[in-house]
């Protein structure tokens, strides 16, 4: 049925917009950083690997068939910093499951910007988009992650171990979850 | 990979291959409810039987990933078929592997899937070199749960509702061992030297 939700989305401080052209240098600014890609599928982006990644972006903004997904900009309101981005992934219409997550700039780390970002995102996919459950998955040494998804209140659901290969090792990862009833939508 | 030798002998069992005259034995217990979850595909009618039958008949080796072994579980004796055990080889870089099975419930809780799923990971392991097995199965199923923790498997993961499965929320385990687990844990149910595999 597909999901075009309201953009942007206040929240106390931030301001989760869809992308634009002008934000190339910005994304590159934490997208480029060796420490970032750390985790991610992705290694640290060249400038023309932003330039394609932003270009992809601005028009993910809405669901209208399973792995579509919604990728917004977290921007300071008060000084309008693009700080880092978030993503919604439709993995599944009649199951209603969602996937989320997150990279955030190291500078902004360490405020809660991630948290408040993902909680309004969570909101969005229990009460506009009407999943079931969301989940999030990454790399067990990925602390900070982690510890975002307990803050957020999501559970532990897999602990998998050498199930893969990433980037030339064997791969530990978490899965974490929460329910539509586990969830308080604007609490 | 040559040495391997069908069917395997355990204590009370002969994994051997398919036969199209098996779809008789099959089909007691292959369009049971309980048995779909993790069918190669649903057997609802007795023509399903037959594909399916058909389908296990080809798996006989693991020569590329993707590949599937399947054995039926023939009890030595009365040649009954109690079942079947599949090896799924899912990924060759990472070496994945996954074991799938069914039993007729009228055999089900005499200890036949522990031999079963106990060569499966001499197999596995020893022969064809597999680092990771695992198996799916559904969390209200508390047989397959306590038979896996048996087989000294570690439980992954345990998605709740994270699927639908015949119209109504999914609850599934995930159970898996690493090669070298099973060198330390293979004494649950060791087998005679000479119906080893490697
Ligand atoms: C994952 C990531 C987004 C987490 O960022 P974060 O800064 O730890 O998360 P938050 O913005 O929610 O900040 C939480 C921290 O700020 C503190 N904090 C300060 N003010 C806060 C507030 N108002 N609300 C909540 N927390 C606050 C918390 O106590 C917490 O501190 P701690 O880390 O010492 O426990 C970030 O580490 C990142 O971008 N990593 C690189 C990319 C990546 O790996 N992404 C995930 C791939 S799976």
Redesign the interface.
């Known amino acids: 049925m597909g999901f075009y939700p309201d953009l942007p989305i206040i929240t106390q401080r931030l301001t989760l917009r869809p992308f634009t052209r002008g934000d190339v240098d910005a994304v590159l600014d934490y997208r480029g950083r060796e420490d970032v890609a750390l985790y991610l599928f992705d290694t640290a982006l060249s400038r023309e690997e932003c330039a394609l990644a932003v270009q992809q972006r601005i028009l993910q903004t809405s669901w209208s068939a399973e792995g579509d997904k919604i990728v917004l900009a977290a921007v300071l309101s008060e000084s309008d910093t693009l700080i880092g981005e978030l993503s919604l992934i439709w993995r ?1 219409e ?2 209603r ?1 969602g996937e989320i997550g997150w990279i955030f700039h190291p500078d902004h780390h360490g405020r809660g910007y991630a948290t408040e970002a993902a909680s309004a995102l969570l909101d969005l996919g229990f009460q506009g988009a009407d999943l ?2 969301i ?1 999030a998955r990454c790399d067990a040494r990925n602390a900070s992650s982690w510890r975002l998804m307990e803050r957020l209140g999501m559970r532990r ?9 990433f980037k030339g090792g ?2 530990e990862e978490f ?1 974490y ?1 929460v ?1 539509r009833r586990e969830w308080r939508t604007g609490g | 990979m040559t040495g391997l030798q069908f069917p395997l002998a355990t204590d009370r069992l002969e994994l051997r291959h398919f036969e199209r005259a098996d779809v008789a034995l099959v089909g007691r217990y292959h369009m049971l409810p309980a048995v779909q979850r993790y069918l190669v595909r649903p057997t609802r009618y007795q023509e399903d039987v037959a594909a399916a039958v058909e389908i296990m008949r080809g798996q006989v080796c693991l020569q590329r990933p993707g590949d599937t072994l399947t054995l039926a579980m023939q009890r030595k004796g009365d040649k009954a078929v109690l079942g079947h055990v599949s090896l799924h080889w899912s ?1 060759a ?2 070496g ?1 592997g996954e074991l799938l099975f069914a039993i007729d419930p009228a055999y089900a809780g005499g200890g036949f899937l522990t031999e079963a799923l106990t060569a499966m990971l001499d197999l596995a392991f020893g022969h064809y070199g597999i ?2 097995v ?1 198996v799916r199965c559904d969390g209200r199923n508390h047989h397959s749960a306590k038979l896996m923790q048996k087989l000294g498997m ?1 439980l ?9 499965f015949q119209g109504e929320w ?1 609850e599934e385990l ?1 159970f ?1 061992i ?1 090669d070298r687990e099973w060198q330390a844990t293979s004494k649950v149910h060791p087998l005679p030297l000479r119906d080893r595999v490697a």
């Open positions: 599944s009649d199951a499951q079931h459950r989940f659901e897999a602990h998998f171990r050498e199930h893969a290969l064997w791969d899965v979850a329910l | 990924d870089t990472a994945q680092h990771r695992f570690r992954e993961a345990h998605y709740r509702e994270h699927a639908l999914d995930h898996a690493l």
